[in-house]
């Protein structure tokens, strides 16, 4: 059982930046490619980023490429998502998940999530 809790979002003006940060506890992290989703209200989630359980690769939807970077730290089971440049339609709840071992954009094959952190762009 792995569970995620994901920090740093809050409210911020477009164009301004944030980190957010996963810890996991439990499980085995450096085995887990691990990925950041949102979801917006009315909307369905959307896959962000994933980085494999090594770090070496990573993948990002074509809208946040350039402007956020995922990262991962596995020796204190951490991953990141650092943010830049941010707009108003990225407002969105972020969650974290943990794959199997396999970095993926399909949200049904994360096997956990964490229970999302609330992200606000004001214009």
């Known amino acids: 059982q792995v569970q995620l809790v994901e920090s740093g979002g809050g409210s911020v003006q477009a164009g301004d930046s944030l980190r957010l940060s996963c810890v996991a506890n439990?499980?085995?992290?450096?085995?887990?490619?691990m990925g950041w989703f949102r979801q917006a209200p009315g909307k369905e989630r959307e896959f962000v980023a994933t980085?494999?359980?090594?770090?070496?690769?990573?993948y990002y939807r074509d809208s946040v490429r350039g402007r956020f970077t995922i990262s991962r730290d596995n020796a204190r089971n951490r991953v990141y998502l650092q943010m830049n440049s941010l707009n108003p339609g990225e407002t969105a709840v972020y969650y974290c998940a943990a794959s199997k071992g396999v970095p993926t954009t399909n949200y049904d094959d994360y096997e956990y999530w964490g229970r999302g952190t609330q992200v606000t762009v004001s214009s």
């Open positions: 980085i494999s359980w090594s770090g070496v690769t990573t």
């Open positions: 439990g499980g085995t992290f450096s085995r887990y490619a």
